[in-house]
Nanobody
Framework: QVQLVESGGGLVQPGGSLRLSCATS????????MGWYRQYPGKQRESVAT???????NYADSVKDRFTISTDNVKNTVDLQMNSLKPEDTAVYYC?????????????WGQGTQVTVSS
C-alpha cells in the first residue's frame, strides 16, 4: 500500500513563508517524478512544481522565483518551500508521485493540506 503523508500547511500572512513536506512509503528510486499540485474551490487541480528522477524541475509561471521543490532521497520526501506568499496562493495542496511501472507510471496522491494566505 502506497502512503503519502503531507505536512506543513496552515495560515500565513501575505509575504510570509511555508514549507510543505510529503513523506512517501516508496523509495524515490522507484519514482519517475514527484510534485505538488493545488486546487481552488470548484476548479481543477493544477500543477505547481514537479521534479523528475533526473532532477529536472518545472514550475507554474505564477510561482516561479518564489517556490522551490526539492527531494531527500534518504528520507524519501519531497518538499515545497514557498516564499513571498500571496493571497492567490490560498488553496489545498496535494503531493503527487509517479511510480515507475512496466508501461509508464502510476499516479498516487496525498490527502491534501490547506494553505491559507491572509492578513
Amino acid at each position: 500500500q502506497v502512503q503519502l503523508v503531507e505536512s506543513g500547511g496552515g495560515l500565513v500572512q501575505p509575504g510570509g513563508s511555508l514549507r510543505l513536506s510529503c513523506a512517501t512509503s516508496l523509495s524515490i528510486s522507484r519514482l519517475n517524478a514527484m510534485g505538488w499540485y493545488r486546487q481552488y474551490p470548484g476548479k481543477q487541480r493544477e500543477s505547481v512544481a514537479t521534479i523528475t528522477s533526473a532532477g529536472t524541475t518545472n514550475y507554474a509561471d505564477s510561482v516561479k522565483d518564489r517556490f522551490t521543490i526539492s527531494t531527500d532521497n534518504v528520507k524519501n520526501t519531497v518538499d515545497l518551500q514557498m516564499n513571498s506568499l500571496k493571497p492567490e496562493d490560498t488553496a489545498v495542496y496535494y503531493c503527487n508521485v509517479k511510480l515507475k511501472i512496466l508501461w509508464g507510471s502510476r499516479d498516487y496522491w496525498g490527502q491534501g493540506t490547506q494553505v491559507t494566505v491572509s492578513s
